[in-house]
């Protein structure tokens, strides 16, 4: 059989095979972002009645209203963010999904596509699947600070959109409204599409505010937001994520992600309606809750010379796995799952820099005692 070249360097990320061998020791899986965390009861009654009640068919490709509706409400409640929830909102399979859609319908072969550095993997690979050209701008720790003239260097004539990943999958950075209009000055001036993933938007500590680039002044023209249910009722199986931007963008993000995916799944859509309807202050403590669980983590990688650079928001750490004496990352990963029955994921996952040769990632969607018990774990290797 002949196989097509399109994804000839891509294979299961580090990630999921981590969480194979993990399973095979019965370790303890801080490697995939799988947050094991229980659903929101009314979360879980809205999906068990719609399942009994049949509401079992095809939903419309841009999602039922119901859900639509509810995502309008919410991001004008939490951003006053009006957006009309017919037009400029798409339900899609994940947010993930709904990256996909929209790279399909807004770009084509050939285009330059910015990502920073450390990135997240499937934004990387599926920019590289769709026959995009992946251009990395580094973001530097500990505070993943945005070299803005580093930014404008990348740009070229070929380039057509940045994407945006905020709060960040893998270092928890969470960008400024300073830095967001600094980046729209650039796109404007380029004529740039710029993609937000947001799907930690309710995740954030110490203070730091998630502020959407599509709330920013003049941003609503170039601005695809998308977010989810995923992290926000530990949902991640679920894949019910969204889209907003602009209505045509959002049409054919919506035509896009129907040749893909035909719809996310309906009875799930009517039980995440419900979610986004929950009272503010379920919304409002997810980040409190967090931060216990990144303390209790950090402390103690901190303590063992797994030196953590402490997120600002989402729920993972890099850490600093040169302790260990490892060639690579992923050797250092195995040593650590081998010591421990901790798993974690190599840092090279999220860099083509070197440097990743040096992190893991550790992922604290867990149970505080899970968490504690690999504190006591890390403590005693």
């Not at 251009?135 to 404008?152: E, I």
């Not at 991640?236 to 719809?263: F, K, M, N, S």
């Not at 009875?267 to 995440?272: I, N, R």
Request: aromatic share 8%; glycine share 8%; charged share 20%.
């Amino acid at each position: 059989m002949r196989i097509g070249t399109r994804l000839a360097n891509a294979a299961v990320s580090d990630i999921r095979a981590m969480t194979r061998a993990c399973d095979a020791v019965g370790g303890i899986n801080l490697g995939q972002g799988v947050c094991d965390l229980p659903t929101p009861a009314p979360v879980a009654a809205a999906a068990h009645e719609a399942i009994t009640a049949g509401r079992a068919i095809y939903a419309p490709p841009e999602g039922i209203p119901t859900l639509r509706e509810a995502i309008a409400t919410r991001v004008q409640r939490d951003y006053g963010l009006v957006v009309d929830p017919m037009r400029e909102v798409v339900v899609t399979a994940g947010a993930t999904g709904g990256f996909a859609a929209a790279m399909l319908a807004l770009l084509d072969p050939g285009d330059e596509v910015i990502l920073f550095e450390p990135y997240y993997g499937y934004h990387y690979n599926t920019v590289v699947g769709l026959g995009m050209r992946p251009v990395l701008v580094p973001l530097r720790p500990p505070s993943w600070d945005v070299d803005f003239d580093a930014l404008a260097r990348a740009i070229t004539p070929a380039t057509r959109a940045v994407v945006v990943c905020t709060p960040g999958n893998p270092h928890g950075k969470v960008w400024t409204p300073s830095e967001l209009d600094a980046l729209l000055a650039l796109a404007d001036a380029h004529d740039l599409t710029v993609i937000t993933d947001e799907i930690y938007e309710h995740i954030v500590y110490e203070g730091a505010a998630h502020v959407p680039l599509a709330s920013r002044p003049g941003a609503r023209g170039r601005a695809v937001m998308l977010s989810g249910c995923s992290k926000t009722f530990s949902v991640t199986g679920w894949r019910v994520g969204y889209a907003i931007a602009p209505p045509e963008a959002a049409q054919r993000i919506a035509v896009a992600h129907d040749l893909l995916y035909v719809c996310a799944p309906t009875p799930l859509q009517h039980a995440c309606a419900a979610g986004l309807a929950m009272p503010d202050d379920y919304f409002r403590a997810l980040g409190a809750s967090y931060q216990v669980k990144r303390d209790i983590l950090c402390d103690a990688l901190a303590e063992v010379g797994l030196t953590p650079y402490v997120p600002a928001g989402a729920y993972y750490v890099l850490a600093d796995a040169r302790r260990l004496g490892c060639a690579t990352a992923r050797e250092a990963a195995h040593a650590l799952l081998a010591k421990t029955g901790i798993a974690s994921v190599s840092g090279a996952s999220f860099y083509r820099d070197p440097v990743g040769e040096t992190l893991l990632r550790f992922c604290f969607a867990k149970d505080d005692d899970v968490l504690r018990e690999a504190a006591r774990r890390l403590r005693a290797m």
